[in-house]
């Protein structure tokens, strides 16, 4: 379906919404949706928040944070973050960046919690009481736990899919398979829809199998300005200039003007920077085949 409908559809007010994607792969896209159809109350959850939750921040769309890191990677702070922590309006839950992969993990697995060795000697606990422990029945050790996390959609951009949802990725990864498999309902936004023998001849590069997936929508460079291996190439100008853009309330509008709620779809984001794709598009460099004939 198109990320209009799939938005509509099963984005709601108040939801607990993922948008996984670590450094790769992040789905601007539908962070952009998202706005535009100006969905409020949401709970975002990711371990490491960049640009585009700064952007739904901005925009009004959430009331809380869940995560382990957040800034503008290689650059600075989200000031639009920032601007919303330090005036009261939005909610922070903090962990380490494997507490969240273990939040992840549990949600996944249908536990109530994950038990881990961290925490010891920080303050963490204190500022986020749903960080506990308990005692090992099998070595008496005091573990922390955190709870599972189940969210109500999560987001997944990728390279390729079939029409089932059989999505393909390759490059870096973060905690995608984990958050997808931990959520309620599933969004696979991809660069390209390929014919299910495709997925079949190259079986292991599945990380979201279709029987997961809600929904997928098809959305070129969908993952723009952060990158799609083997398709385009990181945006590093956009994430320098985002500096100054969310320093600025009035520069941060504007941008949220024109380059969101002025746009109808990622397509015609696309066309608003005509040079973007020959500067970005990504190279020739292909893998040697992989025999799994018997």
Not at 121 to 142: H, Q
Not at 167 to 184: H, M, N, R, Y
Not at 276 to 282: C, D, I
Request: net charge negative; glycine share 8%.
């Amino acid at each position: 379906m198109s990320l209009e409908d799939a938005v509509a559809r099963h984005v709601h007010d108040g939801d607990v919404v993922v948008i996984e994607g670590f450094t790769h792969l992040i789905s601007f896209a539908a962070g952009h949706e998202i706005i535009r159809q100006r969905r409020r109350e949401l709970t975002l959850c990711r371990l490491t928040p960049d640009l585009i939750y700064d952007q739904m921040i901005a925009a009004g769309c959430a009331k809380k944070l869940v995560f382990s890191w957040a800034g503008n990677p290689g650059v600075g702070s989200l000031h639009a973050f920032r601007r919303a922590v330090e005036g009261g309006t939005l909610e922070l839950e903090e962990y380490s960046h494997f507490g969240m992969v273990a939040r992840f993990s549990a949600g996944a697995a249908r536990l109530p919690f994950w038990t881990l060795r961290d925490y010891a000697g920080t303050d963490l606990p204190k500022a986020n009481p749903r960080i506990k422990s308990v005692t090992c029945p099998y070595t008496g050790e005091a573990l922390a736990t955190v709870p599972a996390l189940n969210p109500d959609v999560t987001i997944i951009h990728a390279q390729r899919a079939d029409a089932q949802g059989n999505a393909q990725i390759w490059g870096l990864l973060g905690v995608q398979k984990e958050a997808a498999f931990a959520s309620t309902r599933v969004i696979v936004v991809i660069e390209e829809l390929v014919d299910e023998r495709v997925i079949r001849s190259d079986p292991n590069r599945t990380l979201i199998p279709a029987a997961i997936v809600t929904a997928v929508v098809v959305e070129p460079w969908g993952a723009h300005p952060s990158y799609a291996q083997g398709y385009y190439d990181r945006d590093n100008d956009f994430y320098v200039g985002w500096e100054k853009i969310s320093r600025d309330k009035g520069e941060l509008a504007h941008y949220l003007d024109e380059c969101v709620y002025g746009v109808k779809s990622r397509a015609e984001y696309m066309q608003q920077q005509p040079r973007l794709m020959e500067r970005l598009k990504a190279g020739e460099q292909r893998c040697v085949g992989v025999n799994y004939g018997f």
